[in-house]
């Protein structure tokens, strides 16, 4: 996995605004499709736990992997008296040997898809560790939408290469890789998979300094981004897409 050895500088960018608002648009963006009795939730690629915490924060039972033991150091530090959260140092190419099949109600792959060459094997091991009828959340680069950040960051070279092809360079530095949306839906139906929502994130505070901090009309700016993120045309050309996908009965 590609993301490795960029920890410091994804810690650099926690609490900034693009951050938060990534952050607390899934958050609005899934609760919705989760059960409100408590349920059992692996995130895979969990990082600082921002969603992890958020979860167990609303009761849910949560299991926490990732590979960075610096990462998982300040999820821990989060968890509060009462949370139900367990954490897993591993890479996500061991889901399989380390979780038995269908033993959570909902997964988490948020940000994690697009430092694999090929997504396929893990969207495989994800599907077989939910029960029946549960819940995939995916937050992936929009790959229909590459070329936007390189535009309006006036970046008219990069632009012009990203309509090419789905590779980029992130802005921690590493080459990572978009999905676009028909194509990654493929790839889930064929493992028994269907969309039942999806929606954009960061449609209008994308290219903003990576640095940028919290704006005072910060509700003004999450309530904008979260009607578009759910509203056509914009939400296909945000940075990112969120997918919300169930298991098919049958």
């Not at 940028?212 to 050309?237: M, S």
């Amino acid at each position: 996995m590609r993301f490795s050895g960029a920890e410091d500088r994804w810690r650099e960018g926690l609490g900034t605004l693009r951050d938060v608002v990534r952050q607390e648009l899934v958050t609005r963006q899934l609760a919705g499709h989760l059960p409100a009795t408590p349920c059992r939730i692996l995130d895979v690629g969990s990082g600082q736990g921002t969603q992890a915490l958020r979860m167990a924060a609303r009761g849910h039972h949560v299991t926490a992997l990732d590979a960075s033991r610096e990462l998982l150091g300040l999820l821990e530090a989060g968890i509060q008296p009462g949370m139900r959260v367990r954490t897993v140092h591993a890479e996500a190419e061991r889901l399989g040997e380390l979780f038995e099949p269908g033993g959570f109600d909902a997964v988490l792959c948020h940000g994690v898809l697009m430092y694999f060459d090929d997504p396929g094997p893990l969207i495989a091991a994800m599907a077989r560790q939910l029960a029946p009828g549960g819940l995939l959340s995916l937050l992936v680069r929009n790959g229909d939408a590459l070329a936007m950040r390189p535009g309006l960051m006036r970046d008219w070279t990069g632009a012009l290469r990203a309509f090419e092809g789905t590779g980029y360079r992130n802005r921690l530095g590493v080459d990572a890789r978009a999905d676009r949306l028909d194509e990654l839906s493929g790839r889930l139906a064929a493992q028994g998979l269907e969309v039942r929502r999806w929606y954009g994130v960061r449609v209008f505070s994308d290219a903003v300094p990576k640095d940028e901090p919290v704006p005072d009309d910060l509700y003004d700016l999450l309530a904008a981004e979260e009607r578009a993120g759910r509203t056509d045309p914009y939400r296909r050309v945000a940075a990112l897409t969120h997918l919300i996908c169930q298991v098919r009965s049958g």
